[in-house]
């Protein structure tokens, strides 16, 4: 399984949040810092998922949201 960074994008965007806004409650100096976690050129920790789903108002009981299965589906049962 691997983050979804698009649904994440989409999250963020369907909240009505900047990655300036985000990077400011994730308590970050700088959007750059979020920006290249969501564009995938930095891998987001267990934590800050965590956090960035709380952000957006989901419990760690649905972080399942921000993953995508990329398992092919003749190895899958």
């Known amino acids: 399984m691997?983050?979804?960074?698009r649904r994440l994008k989409a999250e963020?965007?369907?909240k009505g949040l900047?990655?300036?806004e985000m990077a400011e409650l994730?308590?970050?100096?700088s959007r750059a810092t979020y920006s290249k976690r969501e564009t995938g050129r930095v891998?987001?920790?267990?934590?800050?998922?965590?956090?960035?789903a709380d952000i957006l108002?989901?419990?760690?009981?649905?972080?399942?949201?921000f993953f995508t299965v990329n398992?092919?589906?003749r190895e899958r049962s």
Do not use: F
């Open 2 to 5: 691997t983050i979804d960074l």
């Open 12 to 14: 963020r965007i369907a």
């Open 18 to 20: 900047s990655q300036e």
């Open 26 to 29: 994730l308590g970050w100096k």
């Open 43 to 52: 891998n987001i920790g267990a934590d800050e998922l965590a956090r960035i």
């Open 57 to 65: 108002g989901y419990s760690s009981n649905q972080l399942g949201i």
């Open 71 to 73: 398992v092919p589906k």
